[in-house]
């Protein structure tokens, strides 16, 4: 089983409505990650939170890490189809100094 | 761009044969990371080098190595290649520290092994 559960699966929303990704944990998360990847391509940096109940946002985009640092959300605002992409979190899961990542989530826009 | 570069882009190659894929990292990063991607397995950690000596490692087989170089740049060379082995390998780069920090990614190398 994935250390690291992201859901949904796959997400198909209307262009300008808003939508959120969650990525879970069992374990204590020690610096959590939001990449974002274009299908073949290489890892884009979103975001990154280290401190229980940690809030940061980018342009239309906001991630926050609970309170026990074992769930994180990202938050689109107003999809636009420069949001289309692969969503992927990754944690270093209980201080094993290597990440480890979501299966990921693949995020459609339509017009 | 990341600033990480990765060759070759594209590999293809046969069963039981040996490749290089090759890393430089951004410019002043010290440490380096593999990672292996594929559609069932998904993103997985592979190995990380800072400053030349291996730091931490994942889920890496014994007939993949890697090294890091005087210059920083990486290596990482897969050998016995079975059809399993077809993937995206790709490496990222971090600053100064050897603790975990935002990673930069290369572009990528795509291995077919037909």
């Known amino acids: 089983s994935q250390e690291l559960e992201q859901s949904p699966q796959s997400l198909i929303v209307q262009e300008g409505k808003n939508l959120t990704i969650n990525c879970t944990s069992s374990?204590?998360?020690?610096?959590l990650y939001w990449y974002k990847q274009k299908y073949g391509e290489g890892l884009i940096f979103l975001m990154m939170l280290q401190k229980g109940g940690e809030e940061k946002s980018h342009e239309k985009i906001t991630a926050k890490l609970d309170e026990k640092k074992q769930q994180s959300s990202l938050h689109i605002t107003a999809s636009q189809p420069s949001h289309a992409g692969i969503y992927l979190c990754?944690?270093?899961?209980?201080?094993?100094?290597?990440?480890?990542f979501g299966q990921g989530t693949r995020l459609t826009i339509n017009p | 761009d990341s600033g990480v570069t990765q060759t070759p882009k594209h590999l293809i190659t046969a069963t039981g044969q040996r490749v290089t894929l090759r890393c430089s990292p951004r410019?002043?990063?010290?440490?380096v990371y593999w990672y292996q991607q594929s559609l069932d397995q998904g993103l997985q950690f592979l190995i990380q080098?800072?400053?030349?000596?291996?730091?931490a490692k994942g889920n890496i087989l014994e007939r993949f190595s890697a090294q890091q170089f005087p210059d920083l740049h990486s290596e990482l060379n897969l050998s016995s290649l079975e059809l399993g082995d077809s993937a995206l390998y790709f490496c990222?780069?971090?600053?100064?520290?050897?603790?975990?920090?935002?990673?930069?990614f290369g572009p990528g190398t795509r291995l077919t092994v037909l």
């Open positions: 410019s002043g990063d010290l440490s």
């Open positions: 374990k204590t998360l020690y610096g």
């Open positions: 990222a780069s971090s600053g100064q520290g050897a603790g975990l920090d935002e990673q930069f």
């Open positions: 990754g944690a270093d899961i209980q201080g094993a100094q290597k990440l480890v």
């Open positions: 080098y800072y400053n030349g000596e291996e730091r």
